[in-house]
């Protein structure tokens, strides 16, 4: 598999109790260079928008008021394989049902406030990390 990006979110459960560091650590530790970075503050219609595929969801309003509630660290990450990669590390949405070892399983507080997010296919990525990032901002 050749070399790949994905898009990264550090989420404001994580931002608000330091985690930015340690998060990063696990992502560096998996193989995977953060090429990309910066901490934002997210509109409400940025967040709206971004999780429109789950605007029929029952968590959809509450999630949305989660992803504003504080600073987030937007990232593109790069490496063999970055999408399954970095889901793999992520750990599964549900902390409870995440592998130890994963950054949810370490530091999530809820399915909801699950500390990341990471692209779910190659095709996301791509209209994700545009979503965030100019070119001149990722830095290989
Ligand atoms: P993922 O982040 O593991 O890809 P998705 O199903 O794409 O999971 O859901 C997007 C985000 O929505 C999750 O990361 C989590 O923050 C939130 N979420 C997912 N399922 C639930 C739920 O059942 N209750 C509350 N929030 C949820
Ligand atoms: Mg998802």
Do not use: W
């Not at 999780?51 to 949305?64: G, M």
């Amino acid at each position: 598999m050749a070399t790949q990006r994905t898009f990264s979110i550090i989420k404001p459960d994580a931002t608000r109790r330091n985690l930015t560091g340690a998060i990063n650590a696990k992502i560096e530790e998996a193989g995977l260079r953060i090429v990309g970075q910066k901490r934002i503050h997210m509109t409400k219609a940025q967040a709206e928008a971004f999780y429109a595929v789950h605007a029929e969801r029952p968590f959809y309003n509450d999630l949305v008021s989660f992803m504003i509630s504080g600073p987030v660290v937007v990232q593109v990450l790069e490496g063999e394989n970055a999408v399954a990669a970095y889901r793999q590390v992520m750990g599964a949405t549900n902390p409870a049902d995440a592998d130890e070892g994963t950054i949810r399983k370490a530091f999530a507080e809820s399915i909801e406030a699950n500390s990341v997010h990471g692209s779910d296919s190659d095709e996301n990525a791509a209209i994700e990390i545009n979503h965030f990032f100019t070119e001149d901002e990722i830095v290989g």
